[in-house]
């Protein structure tokens, strides 16, 4: 019989390395927050398929209405014979997004392809090509999208330069020295020695950097943006791709922020475990491309259109915008208690239930060594973890909002006890 090494083994074999693999664990199946391995161990998931499952592994009422889609039908292409769940899960998220004015909705697969679609878009709606993007930001592994995201190693080495015409601007960091007006400063110098304003179609800004280290734009920050944007007639998009589907605490981190962003990109926890992706926002701009410009062959399918209507009913149901924020409030205050008594925990930080804490060394720097021992103890404990930053130096917590607080609790204490341990 199959165990983890021997699958890992087959999978080494089988599967190019570039695929990386953060726990060498083979799973048989999951409920809510706890996933069992194929040699029946159980962990506490923390990591959430990276953010994919706010409403836990298979929650009984996504699975229900997965099950009722799969009897009726699968698949037509919606560009060529459509059906009712596309248009209802565009409906609810035009009344999700943040922005009072009237707003279309583009469905797609992955994350990726939902940036690439809001790059396009932007593109038409301006008839200019160029985009900012953030150090440290993460928008996916297109070609386009890899382009954006502001992170070489591993995302891009070995590739080659990317596709042009995207200018890096710096995300506002205080622990490592970067501020507000310095990030503000380098889009002015963008205009100043790369591109005129004029020639940019869009900004891009994830509200809270996910893969960047769970860095939270401050909404005066993301004011400052919107100024800019509106100086020079270029789109905001917010890539909330990670941020959205109600971690933040609000459906939509943007509704913290103050302002309005012009296109809104959504993904991962979305559909709770099904793919599905989009683009949404100013019904001009969402019009700006003719009539076959956009779609996709599985875009929008209809499995994961109806799961997504699911979770949106569970997030009612579940009152689990309300859950974000008190679970968010509890694990913030756990490891602020946490980083008190230990001076490795450099900063403690997030967005309602979107939490993280980032480690130093006993000098004052990064330290990616601990992050990678911390998953790895964690995990020999029955805890699944995610790093992430910059310095890959950032644990990030990620567990189902749907969680009990007694499993939440539990997966704290693997946290306390590996950092006292380590
Ligand atoms: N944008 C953000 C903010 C993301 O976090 C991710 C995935 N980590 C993506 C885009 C890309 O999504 P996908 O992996 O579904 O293509």
């Given at each position: 019989?199959?165990n983890?090494a021997?699958?890992?083994l087959?999978?080494?074999?089988?599967?190019?390395?570039?695929?990386?693999q953060i726990h060498?664990v083979?799973?048989?199946r999951?409920?809510?927050?706890?996933i069992?391995?194929?040699?029946?161990?159980?962990?506490i998931?923390?990591?959430g398929?990276?953010a994919?499952?706010?409403?836990g592994h298979r929650?009984?009422?996504v699975?229900?209405a997965?099950?009722?889609?799969?009897?009726?039908?699968?698949?037509t292409c919606?560009?060529?014979?459509a059906?009712e769940?596309?248009?209802?899960?565009?409906?609810?998220?035009n009344?999700l997004v943040?922005?009072?004015?009237?707003?279309?909705?583009?469905?797609v697969?992955t994350?990726?392809?939902?940036?690439?679609?809001?790059?396009?878009?932007a593109r038409?709606?301006?008839?200019?090509?160029?985009?900012?993007a953030?150090a440290?930001g993460?928008?996916?592994?297109t070609m386009m999208?890899?382009?954006?995201?502001?992170?070489?190693?591993?995302y891009?080495?070995?590739?080659g330069?990317?596709?042009?015409n995207?200018f890096?601007?710096?995300?506002?960091?205080a622990?490592?020295?970067?501020?507000?007006d310095?990030?503000?400063a380098s889009i002015?110098?963008?205009f100043?020695?790369?591109?005129e304003?004029?020639d940019?179609a869009?900004?891009?800004?994830?509200p809270?950097?996910?893969e960047?280290?769970?860095?939270v734009?401050?909404?005066q920050f993301?004011?400052r943006?919107r100024?800019l944007c509106?100086?020079?007639?270029?789109?905001?998009?917010?890539?909330?791709?990670q941020?959205?589907?109600?971690?933040t605490?609000?459906f939509?981190?943007?509704?913290?922020?103050g302002?309005t962003a012009?296109?809104?990109?959504?993904?991962?926890?979305?559909?709770?475990g099904?793919p599905?992706?989009?683009?949404?926002?100013r019904?001009?701009?969402?019009?700006?491309i003719?009539?076959?410009?956009?779609?996709?062959?599985?875009?929008?399918n209809?499995?994961?259109?109806?799961?997504?209507?699911?979770?949106?009913e569970v997030?009612?149901?579940?009152n689990l915008?309300?859950?974000?924020?008190?679970?968010?409030?509890?694990?913030?205050?756990?490891?602020?208690?946490?980083?008190?008594?230990d001076a490795?925990i450099?900063?403690?930080?997030g967005?309602?239930?979107?939490?993280?804490?980032?480690?130093?060394?006993?000098d004052?720097?990064p330290d990616?060594?601990?992050a990678?021992?911390?998953?790895?103890?964690?995990?020999?404990?029955?805890?699944?973890?995610?790093s992430?930053?910059?310095?890959?130096?950032?644990?990030?917590?990620l567990?189902p909002l749907?969680?009990?607080d007694?499993?939440?609790?539990?997966?704290?204490?693997?946290?306390?006890?590996?950092?006292a341990e380590l």
């Amino acid at each position: 019989t199959e165990n983890n090494a021997s699958m890992m083994l087959r999978r080494e074999r089988a599967v190019p390395r570039g695929v990386g693999q953060i726990h060498p664990v083979f799973i048989k199946r999951a409920d809510n927050a706890v996933i069992c391995d194929v040699e029946g161990n159980l962990f506490i998931d923390f990591a959430g398929g990276i953010a994919v499952l706010n409403t836990g592994h298979r929650h009984p009422k996504v699975i229900e209405a997965v099950k009722r889609q799969l009897d009726l039908y699968t698949h037509t292409c919606f560009q060529v014979v459509a059906y009712e769940p596309y248009v209802a899960l565009c409906e609810k998220i035009n009344s999700l997004v943040p922005g009072d004015f009237p707003k279309k909705t583009l469905l797609v697969t992955t994350g990726s392809e939902a940036v690439e679609n809001a790059v396009k878009i932007a593109r038409a709606a301006t008839g200019r090509a160029g985009v900012i993007a953030f150090a440290g930001g993460y928008h996916g592994r297109t070609m386009m999208t890899l382009a954006m995201t502001g992170k070489v190693m591993p995302y891009s080495s070995g590739m080659g330069l990317m596709p042009g015409n995207v200018f890096r601007a710096r995300f506002p960091d205080a622990l490592h020295g970067v501020s507000e007006d310095d990030a503000i400063a380098s889009i002015e110098q963008i205009f100043k020695t790369d591109a005129e304003p004029r020639d940019i179609a869009a900004l891009v800004v994830e509200p809270v950097q996910g893969e960047g280290g769970f860095r939270v734009a401050s909404p005066q920050f993301m004011q400052r943006l919107r100024a800019l944007c509106d100086l020079h007639g270029i789109l905001l998009i917010a890539d909330e791709v990670q941020t959205g589907a109600g971690r933040t605490g609000s459906f939509f981190a943007m509704e913290q922020m103050g302002v309005t962003a012009d296109l809104t990109t959504f993904a991962k926890s979305v559909a709770g475990g099904f793919p599905l992706a989009g683009v949404c926002g100013r019904a001009e701009v969402m019009d700006a491309i003719a009539p076959g410009g956009l779609g996709g062959t599985y875009a929008g399918n209809p499995v994961s259109c109806a799961a997504a209507l699911a979770v949106l009913e569970v997030f009612e149901e579940e009152n689990l915008l309300t859950r974000a924020r008190t679970l968010g409030d509890m694990l913030m205050e756990r490891l602020q208690n946490l980083a008190e008594k230990d001076a490795r925990i450099a900063e403690v930080r997030g967005l309602g239930a979107m939490v993280a804490f980032e480690l130093f060394t006993a000098d004052g720097h990064p330290d990616p060594e601990l992050a990678s021992r911390l998953v790895i103890s964690a995990r020999e404990r029955g805890l699944l973890l995610l790093s992430c930053g910059q310095y890959a130096n950032v644990i990030r917590i990620l567990v189902p909002l749907t969680a009990s607080d007694v499993e939440v609790d539990d997966g704290m204490k693997i946290i306390e006890a590996c950092l006292a341990e380590l």
